[in-house]
């Protein structure tokens, strides 16, 4: 057996060789099996195997052999790798809106990942029967240009884009129009 230090996001893989005349193999408790090979039973022949378990503060990664003979083990934590989680809302400021009102529309966003989201980057349109007050586009209480003059924002028509760059995990904000 060996024992490592893990994490409960975390998966622990170990790996076991022994020679074939090891017969059998048999993970310890807890531990899911990968796999369970061998190309014979003489003592010239191999035998391996791999399982995984859930991470923990202390993980310790067994196997139980057929016949006492030599053998080696070796386990790993792996990490899961950051991912971002972008999450959009949108609200309007009006419920029922009389025709020609104008409306204010507010788009959230939030990344709730574990990781930055990189070229994050949001078309949207105006909806059906609403037109776009030109140059009315606030991005985190900033006002921008509709031109695509550099700033985060451009407008075609009555499609927005709302090029954000990087948003860090955890990074939150708004876009209005």
Do not use: C
Not at 10 to 27: E, I, K, N, W
Not at 91 to 102: E, L, N, R, Y
Not at 115 to 137: D, E, I, K, M, R
Not at 138 to 154: F, P, Q, S, W
């Amino acid at each position: 057996s060996v024992t490592l230090s893990s994490a409960s996001d975390q998966l622990v893989m170990d790996v076991l060789a022994a020679p074939g005349t090891a017969l059998s193999l048999t993970t310890g408790p807890g531990q899911t099996e990968q796999w369970n090979q061998a190309t014979g039973s003489a003592a010239a022949n191999a035998r391996g195997g791999s399982s995984t378990e859930t991470g923990s503060a202390s993980v310790n990664m067994s196997w139980s052999l057929g016949a006492s003979v030599d053998w080696v083990i070796g386990a790993v934590s792996l990490r899961p790798a950051p991912y971002p989680n972008m999450q959009l809302t949108l609200a309007q400021d009006k419920s029922a809106p009389a025709p020609g009102a104008t409306v204010t529309y507010t788009i959230n966003y939030t990344n709730a990942g574990s990781g930055p989201a990189g070229s994050a980057l949001f078309t949207f349109s105006t909806p059906v029967h609403a037109s776009l007050v030109p140059n009315s586009v606030y991005l985190n209480g900033v006002l921008k240009t509709d031109a695509a003059d550099g700033d985060e924002i451009t407008v075609t028509g009555s499609t927005i884009t709302a090029n954000l760059g990087i948003v860090s995990a955890g990074a939150a904000g708004t876009i209005s129009y």
